[in-house]
């Protein structure tokens, strides 16, 4: 297992608990790529590899009139510019002489153990006790000495390989590199379906599928985050791969900023998949001597379809990811002042919600926007972190007593990375913004995104947070940013640079925040960008939890949970109860459909429960006691998705949680779409043991494990539109 190089043939070997990674060395020193998939010790996969002479595909010079032998056709580690491979590229640069070529040959490598650390960013890191082996291969382009270093670490547990890729300029000019992939990984097949998640702001990470076809498919977001509209996380599987069966990849970048996926089918029905930062207004100058490194990627295989991938990306994300101490610490259920007052709050209001939360079993307030500056609208004060005395008298201070004496913990939001005009800070300091000189930006919720790509603008930050934890007990912090960026230009840096500054922003960003989590590690931070704008691997480093989406109405939440949980744990769903008629869409739901929709996440309240009938909050009370009692299942049991709601016709959505022993389950059903004298459904279940028998609280069964494997339980046919039921396994 781990890392193996044979020296007579030249082929690597990563190899996982399940999986293997292959490329070799061919004997003109290119770096050939040829298998990943299920795992097969000591198998050399060069011979899948073969050659022709196919016209227009052009042969190295080195290939000494050898016209089988082309870079177009043949499976490459690392594709790039210039060296005559006609399909998408994962490197381009150019060099000091204006010319666009790097053609990379194998130089040397080294193996070491521990994680490779892309430096300044995020990246996977061992737990205790667990031990990781790196691989760094160094292809050399000969005529101009620039290296191109490709980077593995072989999480052998997780069956994950961590790749990332690093740039070293060695010649003796200045070059431009204007594309780095992370990733570039060639297939020698076609035939696969690409899945991706893409939405809208309030309707985030919906699940499309699509068989890959010839030419490229390109995905991604120029917006300066990971955005509402993409995520950096992609599947490719066989075509007839489902939940439980069938070759899923699984592509997910730890990275926050502008970034491209694309899958290509190419003339010869192979794929090729590369992904990294985007190269939408990326230039970066590098120095003779000078390196730029790319965030990393986490790649996965599972041969048990894409449940059996999830499973992977859910164990890695709640492990190998984040330093927090809230991964294993037991999460608050929190209220959240948002749609229960927006700016319209005061001291005593407050007080008196976090008095009526204590019954519904909340031990988390949240105050979120509108305490600070003249902040009465979105339109006015971001930047201005000085506590608004006429609402908040006593301080921060003085409402986080209160609130601690009821015996509740306090958080606080802020959205630092920005700034209004309308504000102090503004007026102090216009040139810290992102601005074009002699142009008027656009806006965005009328504010202006800081220049975080700057020293200064990050040390503000960071002074202005150390205050108001210094300041205040908060033990929460909720991290927003509530535009995209544009006028991507920063005051302090020459022109050469500026095709610099949206990766810089998102490097300033990951700065603040390693140092901040670093030094308040009792703090829980949950992340946010209009909901789930920015919920990537990147954030989910220093946020074990990021708000799912604004959206709270719970029909469209099931689909946007179903969706994030193909490549994020549910531990990391921000997820509230909120009131009816739901303040985005309209819709009544029952309240414990909320609830349970709300349990398939970090589960809590975002409503003002002055407001609630004596018997809604009695029902919110037993809400939270059923979230207490499954708490374990839900953070740190098996997910199973049991139904797609994209797919016609059965009119109810269910999950389940199953612990990783098999001993207790719980499955969830919202009914989604309801017609009267409808077929009797049935719901098989998953992650049991056969031979086991259950008990099935709630329709008061034992049953086999192969019966509820096999054929499942009969779907409740009483229950109406948006009514739930949850079924409680236990292990006889
Ligand atoms: C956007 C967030 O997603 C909301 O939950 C809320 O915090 C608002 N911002 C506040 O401005």
Redesign the pocket.
């Known amino acids: 297992m781990g890392i193996f190089y044979e020296e007579g043939k030249r082929i690597f070997y990563l190899t996982t608990k399940q999986t293997l990674y292959q490329m070799v060395v061919e004997e003109k020193g290119y770096l050939l790529h040829t298998y990943y998939g299920e795992r097969a010790d000591g198998e050399d996969f060069s011979y899948l590899i073969t050659r022709y002479d196919r016209g227009f595909s052009g042969n190295p010079n080195s290939a000494e009139g050898d016209r089988t032998f082309s870079l177009d056709a043949l499976p490459q580690e690392f594709p790039s510019l210039g060296a005559a491979d006609y399909r998408t590229t994962g490197l381009e640069l150019t060099n000091g002489d204006g010319s666009f070529a790097f053609e990379g040959i194998y130089e040397g490598h080294k193996i070491y153990s521990g994680a490779y650390k892309p430096e300044g960013m995020p990246g996977l890191k061992p737990e205790k006790d667990e031990d990781v082996q790196s691989l760094e291969i160094t292809l050399k382009d000969v005529a101009s000495g620039v290296k191109l270093i490709l980077c593995y670490t072989v999480f052998e547990e997780k069956d994950v390989i961590m790749r990332a890729a690093r740039l070293q300029n060695d010649s003796h000019e200045t070059i431009t590199v204007t594309k780095l992939s992370s990733v570039s990984l060639d297939f020698l097949e076609s035939g696969y379906d690409l899945i991706h998640f893409d939405g809208r702001h309030a309707m985030e990470r919906e699940m499309h599928r699509e068989p890959l076809g010839f030419g490229a498919r390109q995905f991604g977001s120029v917006r300066g985050t990971s955005s509402h509209q993409s995520n950096p996380f992609f599947i490719l599987c066989q075509r007839g791969a489902d939940e439980d069966r069938g070759d899923c990849y699984g592509f997910s970048l730890i990275y926050s900023g502008n970034f491209q996926f694309t899958a290509e089918k190419d003339q010869y029905d192979q794929t090729r998949v590369t992904m990294g930062i985007h190269p939408y207004q990326f230039s970066w100058q590098l120095r003779s001597g000078e390196s730029f490194a790319t965030p990393a990627v986490a790649l996965a295989f599972s041969s048990e379809g894409l449940t059996g991938l999830s499973h992977l990306y859910h164990d890695l994300y709640r492990r190998n990811l984040s330093s927090s101490p809230f991964l294993k610490k037991r999460r608050p259920v929190l209220i959240n002042s ?1 749609e229960a007052a927006y700016f319209d709050l005061d001291h005593d209001s407050l007080v008196k919600m976090a008095k009526e939360a204590l019954p519904m079993g909340v031990n988390l307030f949240v105050l ?2 509108g305490w600070f500056g003249r902040r009465d609208n ?1 339109d006015k004060a971001l930047g201005d972190w000085e506590v608004n005395t006429k609402k908040l008298p006593k301080g921060l201070s003085g409402l986080a007593e209160e609130i601690n004496a009821l015996g509740m913990e306090f958080g606080l ?1 802020v959205e630092p990375e920005m700034v209004s005009e309308d504000s102090e800070l503004y007026r102090a300091h216009p040139d810290w913004c992102l601005s074009v000189p002699g142009r008027k930006g656009a806006r965005g919720r009328f504010q202006m995104v800081l220049d975080l790509s700057r020293k200064e603008v990050q040390d503000f930050i960071l002074d202005v947070m150390d205050r108001l934890l210094a300041d205040a007990n908060i033990t929460y912090i ?1 991290w ?1 940013m ?1 535009r995209s960026l544009t006028d991507v230009y920063s005051r302090a840096r020459g022109k050469e640079e500026q095709g610099t500054v949206f990766h810089r922003y998102v490097c300033g960003l990951y700065r603040i925040l390693e140092e901040l989590t670093g030094k308040w590690p009792q703090v829980l931070f949950e992340g ?1 960008s ?2 789930g704008g920015r919920f990537d691997a990147g954030m989910l480093a220093y946020h074990p939890q990021i ?1 799912c989406s ?1 959206n709270t109405d719970a029909i469209n939440r099931l689909k946007i949970q179903y969706g994030t949980s193909f490549g994020y744990p549910i531990s990391a769903m921000g997820a509230h109860v909120s009131v009816c008629p739901n303040h985005q869409t309209g819709r009544v739901v029952p309240l414990k459909t909320r609830g349970i929709t709300a349990m398939s996440g970090t589960f809590g309240y975002e409503l003002d429960p002055t407001k609630l009938t004596e018997e809604e909050k009695k029902e919110c009370g037993e809400l939270t006691r059923k979230f207490d009692c499954y708490y374990d299942l839900i953070f740190y049991g098996d997910y199973y998705r049991l139904t797609n709601p994209y797919e016609e016709g059965e009119g109810f959505m269910a999950w389940e949680f199953a612990d990783k022993e098999k001993k207790e389950a719980l499955v969830s059903i919202v009914i989604t779409d309801k017609e009267p004298n409808d077929a009797q459904r049935y719901l098989r279940l998953k992650g049991l043991k056969r031979d086991a028998k259950y008990r099935v609280e709630g329709l008061d069964l034992i049953v086999s494990g192969q019966a509820l494997l096999k054929a499942g339980i009969p779907v409740p046919r009483e229950l109406h539109e948006y009514d739930s039921v949850q079924f409680h396994l236990t292990e006889q």
Do not use: I, P, T, V
Request: proline share 0%.
């Open positions: 948002w979120d926007d979105d939001w909720k927003d509530n946010c209009g909901g708000w604004d």
